[in-house]
C-alpha cells in the first residue's frame, strides 16, 4: 500500500529541508563516506594504531633509559652503542606521534 501523495504546501516543506541538508558540507562528506554493510568499524583500527604508537614510544623510551643507565654504570662501549642506535629510533617515534597529534588538533 502506497501513502497518499504530499500536497503541494509539504511538497515545499520537504524541498526546503532538503536545500538546507544540501548545503551542509559536513554532512555530504560523512554520508558520502559512510560504509555500509558488515565490515568493522574504521575507527577501531585508527585507535588500535594509535594504541600501538603509544605502546612502542613507552617501549622505545625504557629502553633508552635501560641502555643509558647501563651504558654510563658499566662504561662499556657496547652499551653505549646499544644507546646511541636506539635514541635516534625514539626521536623518530615521538616525532610522528607529535606530528599526527598537531594535525588532529588543527
Known sequence: MHPPP???R???SLD???QALGRDRL???RLRTLQTGTGPDPHFWRSVRASSAR???AACV???LVLLTLAVATDSGAWITA???TWPATLLVTAALLSRWCRRYR
Do not use: G, H, S
Request: charged content about 25%.
Open 27 to 29: 554532512m555530504e562528506r
Open 83 to 85: 644507546f646511541a642506535v
Open 10 to 12: 509539504e511538497r515545499q
Open 6 to 8: 504530499l500536497t503541494p
Open 16 to 18: 526546503a529541508i532538503e
Open 55 to 57: 605502546l612502542l614510544l
Open 62 to 64: 625504557t629502553a633508552c
